[in-house]
């Protein structure tokens, strides 16, 4: 079949593509090729009785399908240039934020109206912050929880199906350069296009690296953060989380300079595991409807590291990790903050006799002998700082689950309108290692569609 526009990946980034075209092209052929699930038959399997653990299922339904790895997130809407990619060196300040505010106006239309705009402006934590030697982002928060998320999603969806192609359960397996346009090749079968939108995430990162070999289009990658998931009873942080939901706190440590952040902050939320391509990491939620919250909050602290010459293989360092762990624990390993400072591992009666009840089945065990001493000497002087801010964060019974691997995808080479090194061919959302948010990817999906509708 030939398209006008083939998009591959339906995350936010696809989507919103998707949309953005229809609003001004709706002439266009075009069609969304996607790898996971249709939205509805998004179904991870553990329930924490029957399945207990990762079974690493042949698609991950919390990475893959309609709504990308963001279907079943927080759905938290950070709209600001501070952090969550780097969209605005390539398109401008202003224009991201505008598109971010675009997006959060879609979202709020297709069934996000009445939620929570949190922000940082004005907010006394700043001071309380830098008193501490720590160090508050600025943003603004929609946060959508991970029910409305899943709600705009299928509205979206609804909107866009019969206006565009969709084909799920349809992995692309490379892309090919036409002498006009490209060719897209799945397992049977091929389409062509003329213009052609990669938008494969982070799941894709490994199909990304090879595509961008195959057609020669240069990338470069030298980043990874590696932490844990800290989960604490809800109200040691909320007097932060009421009034920021999302505090992002960023810490240097003494001993190494080495910037340790918190990281996706779910108030009265869950810790979950989730796969990345065979390796079982953490991660957290939580939902806006109150029969749903827990008494918990989670989030994570990360500590970034970059590498330098002849290292290269900064995903490949995280994986090994994460590996490590995985190879000791059978997957996510939790651990109490006391025992880890005690020099002794975590036992299921340890767990089981602390006053927090984990929200993730985890295996027990001693996370200092999987996380280099430089990451986990971050991680504690991050906790023992944050104690400061809110305290009871240093708490003998906090958990820590291990690993948090935030994997960067290495950047690949695009112009300010996101196309490639060839004509037509554009590379968004966190497959293009620009973005690694909800909101960045969605706004790099609006660009690129109006660049191609021409307005
Ligand atoms: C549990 C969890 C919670 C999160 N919470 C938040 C949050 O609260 N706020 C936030 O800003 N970010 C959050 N994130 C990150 C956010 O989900 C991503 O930044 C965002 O989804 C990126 O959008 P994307 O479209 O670039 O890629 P993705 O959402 O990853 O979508 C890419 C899609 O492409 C498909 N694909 C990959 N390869 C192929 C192929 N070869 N052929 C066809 N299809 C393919 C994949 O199946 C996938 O569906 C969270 C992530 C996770 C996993």
Redesign the pocket.
């Known amino acids: 079949m030939k398209y006008d526009v083939i998009i591959?990946?339906?995350?936010?980034?696809?989507?919103f593509a998707a949309y953005e075209l229809m609003e001004h092209r709706p002439e266009l052929k075009v069609a969304v090729?996607?790898?996971?699930h249709p939205l509805e038959k998004r179904h991870c399997p553990i329930d924490g009785e029957k399945v207990k653990s990762c079974i690493s299922c042949k698609?991950c339904s919390?990475?893959?399908?309609?709504?990308?790895?963001?279907?079943?997130?927080?759905?938290?809407?950070?709209i600001t240039n501070d952090f969550?990619g780097t969209l605005h060196e390539y398109i401008g300040k202003k224009r991201a934020m505008e598109l971010m505010h675009y997006v959060d106006g879609i979202n709020l239309a297709f069934g996000g109206e009445g939620t929570k705009l949190y922000t940082t402006a004005g907010t006394k934590f700043k001071t309380i912050c830098i008193q501490n030697d720590l160090h508050l982002l600025d943003a603004s928060v929609r946060h959508l929880g991970t029910d409305i998320n899943y709600i705009v999603l299928q509205n979206l969806y609804n909107h866009l199906k019969d206006k565009v192609e969709f084909f799920f359960d349809?992995?692309?397996?490379t892309v090919k350069r036409l002498e006009e346009g490209y060719e897209v090749v799945l397992k049977n079968e091929t389409h062509t296009c003329d213009k052609c939108i990669v938008?494969?995430?982070?799941?894709?990162s490994k199909?990304?690296e090879r595509v961008c070999k195959e057609l020669e289009i240069p990338t470069k990658s030298n980043r990874v953060d590696i932490g844990v998931r800290v989960e604490l009873p809800a109200q040691v942080f909320n007097h932060l989380t009421d009034e920021l939901y999302?505090s992002k706190i960023v810490y240097r440590t003494e001993k190494y300079g080495d910037r340790v952040r918190t990281f996706?902050m779910?108030p009265k939320g869950a810790v979950?595991s989730?796969n990345t391509n065979g390796i079982i990491t953490v991660?957290?939620?939580s939902y806006e409807d109150p029969a749903k919250q827990t008494e918990n909050t989670n989030f994570a602290l990360l500590v970034a590291k970059h590498f330098s010459e002849p290292f290269k293989d900064s995903n490949g360092y995280g994986e090994s990790i994460a590996r490590l762990s995985n190879m000791l624990g059978g997957g996510v390993i939790v651990q109490r903050f006391g025992d880890l400072i005690r020099g002794r591992r975590s036992t299921p009666s340890r767990i089981e006799e602390s006053f927090i009840t984990p929200t993730l089945s985890a295996t027990p065990g001693d996370l200092s002998l999987v996380l280099p001493k430089r990451i986990l000497d971050g991680i504690i002087d991050m906790i023992y700082a944050l104690d400061k801010v809110a305290p009871g964060t240093a708490n003998e019974d906090t958990l820590l689950y291990g690993v948090e691997v935030k994997f960067y995808n290495m950047e690949v080479e695009v112009d300010e309108n996101l196309q490639s090194i060839y004509k037509d061919l554009y590379i968004?959302?966190?497959?293009?290692g620009i973005?690694?948010?909800?909101?960045?990817?969605?706004a790099?999906?609006v660009h690129v569609a109006r660049k191609i509708a021409g307005v």
């Open positions: 591959i990946g339906a995350g936010p980034g696809g989507i090729f996607e790898a996971g698609s919390i990475m893959s399908g309609f709504g990308g790895a963001g279907a079943f997130s927080d759905g938290k809407y950070n969550g349809t992995p692309v397996e938008s494969v995430g982070r799941i894709g199909w990304m999302e996706c779910n979950v989730e991660n957290g939620h968004i959302g966190d497959g293009s973005t690694h948010s909800l909101s960045h990817a969605s790099s999906g």
